[in-house]
């Protein structure tokens, strides 16, 4: 019996032994993660990039971040097949066009490679993880701002390009207050902006304020750069009274126009935080382990997508010493020069 016994604990301690040997082995495995991020014009990408990078040497892990700076989704597209052909673990994916994301998807699939959407999130497909802020509730914020900033007067409201869907969430979320004015108001733009294009926001803007006598109250932007072309569109349209700007992204232009009284409002995130937590997750998922996830994003995909989501704070004249300074996001000299 105490053979039979003796044999049994040996077993038992070899199986543990093994598993523990397993799990340090998987535990030290190179990790590999690949980045695809269909850019537009804000400087944000660019330093997202450099966060990402930083984060993932601090954990150990291969990172390869491609800016996909030829604005066509099939160039990305191609990124996404070489680096998964290259054997990457992950795939962390802003894409381009949301309308022509499938053939990335399907491809990762194929691979077994799990995807994890970040800061744009992808309606109706099936994917892992969304990295990113609920756009709809900072357009609420957006639109409760600016509706009680310029609650009579001619307005202009202007969505990011038609092919992504924060763009649209950003919108139908500011449109739930601007809606409850929309009877005292005169919207004499109300367009998507394609491309995120800043100069094309600057014609379409111009254009419509001069068929309109030169009359503008206030102008809904989705991001600090289209925030940018429109206060130049005023300038030289020559516009002496005060407009309301909206914007994103808490870009250090933006919050100079702010200080100077040519926008009156941005969005701050945390795009170090928003990066190191896709790269984390990454991370986690590489090495089979459990994602942090803190809400459930409806995608309209017959589910809900696991979501790990930063909170942001509106940035105003008033408070963008606490929130952007105080924090260490930008000086004072900075923003306010020496």
Not at 26 to 45: F, H, L, M, T
Not at 143 to 152: D, F, M, P, R, T
Request: net charge neutral.
């Amino acid at each position: 019996m105490s053979r039979k016994i003796t044999i049994a604990v040996l077993t038992v301690l070899f199986v543990a032994a093994a598993t523990i040997m397993f799990h340090r082995a998987d535990e030290k495995k190179d990790v590999k993660i690949g980045v695809s991020i269909g850019v537009g014009n804000a400087i944000r990408w660019e330093n997202e990039k450099r966060y990402m990078e930083a984060r993932a040497k601090e954990l150990g892990a291969n990172i390869e971040v491609r800016l996909n700076k030829t604005n066509t989704p099939k160039t990305q597209q191609e990124d996404c097949r070489e680096m998964i052909d290259k054997g990457i673990d992950v795939l962390i994916l802003t894409p381009r066009s949301v309308a022509n994301v499938d053939n990335i998807l399907e491809y990762a699939k194929s691979k077994n490679v799990p995807v994890i959407c970040y800061a744009r999130v992808v309606l109706g497909k099936k994917i892992d993880l969304f990295v990113g802020y609920d756009s709809a509730r900072i357009g609420q914020k957006m639109g409760q701002y600016i509706s009680e900033a310029v609650y009579k007067g001619d307005y202009i409201l202007l969505r990011g390009d038609s092919g992504d869907n924060n763009a649209a969430l950003l919108y139908e979320g500011a449109m739930r207050y601007i809606s409850q004015i929309r009877s005292d108001i005169n919207i004499i733009l109300d367009c998507a902006v394609p491309g995120w294009s800043p100069s094309e926001a600057k014609r379409i803007v111009k254009e419509a304020i001069s068929a309109n006598g030169n009359r503008i109250d206030a102008i809904l932007s989705p991001n600090d750069k289209i925030a940018e072309a429109c206060a130049e569109a005023l300038e030289e349209l020559g516009i002496k009274n005060h407009v309301a700007i909206t914007g994103m992204d808490a870009e250090l232009e933006a919050v100079r126009r702010i200080v100077k009284g040519r926008q009156d409002v941005t969005f701050y995130m945390d795009l170090k935080e928003l990066s190191a937590t896709a790269v984390n997750e990454a991370f986690h998922m590489a090495r089979g382990e459990k994602v942090n996830v803190n809400a459930d994003f409806d995608n309209h995909s017959g589910g809900t997508v696991p979501s790990n989501l930063i909170t942001g704070q509106l940035v105003t004249k008033e408070n963008l010493n606490k929130v952007l300074i105080d924090s260490g996001y930008f000086t004072k000299e900075e923003v306010y020069g020496k």
